[in-house]
């Protein structure tokens, strides 16, 4: 399970360290895509075997799951981690992602969310904002 934040930087060859206690959490491995809010997500390997059999049992006939299954499994890229726990992040990620040098490495469960360190937080703004004002209906949520 993925909990918690760390603040990285992009080195100017696009490579990123992945937190050690998420590295550990990773175990054999894991696919960093495109992501929803403005951020990528790496998945671990197994997590990642199950959501693109998910993804692969959706209807070929339904519009919205061809077009999400294009948006996770076309910008695909396998983790490749070097000795120090770094992963070049492709080009057309970091553009995807808005990812500037200043990244935060955020834990949210099932995977890990990979954002530009101001979108970031904005966006948090934004949710506990919306929060503040009853906007947001957790009850719905049946937690």
Same mark, same amino acid.
């Given at each position: 399970?993925?909990?918690?934040?760390?603040y990285?930087?992009?080195?100017?060859?696009?490579?990123?360290?992945?937190?050690?206690?998420?590295?550990?959490?990773?175990?054999?491995?894991?696919?960093?895509?495109?992501?929803?809010?403005?951020?990528?997500?790496?998945?671990?390997?197994s997590?990642?075997?199950?959501?693109?059999? =998910?993804? +692969?049992s #959706?209807?070929?006939?339904?519009?919205? $799951?061809?077009? &999400? /299954? !294009?948006?996770?499994?076309?910008?695909?890229?396998?983790?490749?981690?070097?000795?120090?726990?770094?992963?070049?992040?492709?080009?057309?990620?970091? =553009?995807? +992602?808005? #990812?500037?040098?200043?990244?935060?490495? $955020?834990?949210? &469960? /099932? !995977?890990?969310?990979?954002?530009?360190?101001?979108?970031?937080?904005?966006?948090?703004?934004?949710?506990?904002?919306?929060?503040?004002?009853?906007?947001?209906?957790?009850?719905?949520?049946?937690?």
């Open positions: 399970m993925f909990t918690g934040r760390y990285h930087s992009i080195e100017a060859k696009g490579r990123l360290a992945i937190p050690k206690t998420f590295r550990e959490e990773l175990g054999s491995g894991g696919v960093i895509t495109w992501g929803l809010d403005g951020c990528l997500f790496l998945f671990p390997a997590y990642w075997q199950k959501f693109s059999d =998910q993804l +692969a #959706l209807s070929l006939t339904n519009p919205s $799951a061809r077009n &999400l /299954t !294009r948006l996770l499994v076309q910008s695909a890229q396998d983790l490749d981690l070097d000795h120090q726990g770094r992963t070049l992040i492709p080009d057309y990620l970091r =553009q995807q +992602a808005n #990812l500037k040098k200043q990244v935060v490495v $955020a834990g949210s &469960l /099932t !995977r890990i969310e990979i954002w530009d360190r101001e979108t970031y937080h904005q966006h948090l703004d934004l949710i506990a904002q919306k929060i503040n004002e009853g906007g947001e209906d957790f009850a719905s949520l049946d937690i």
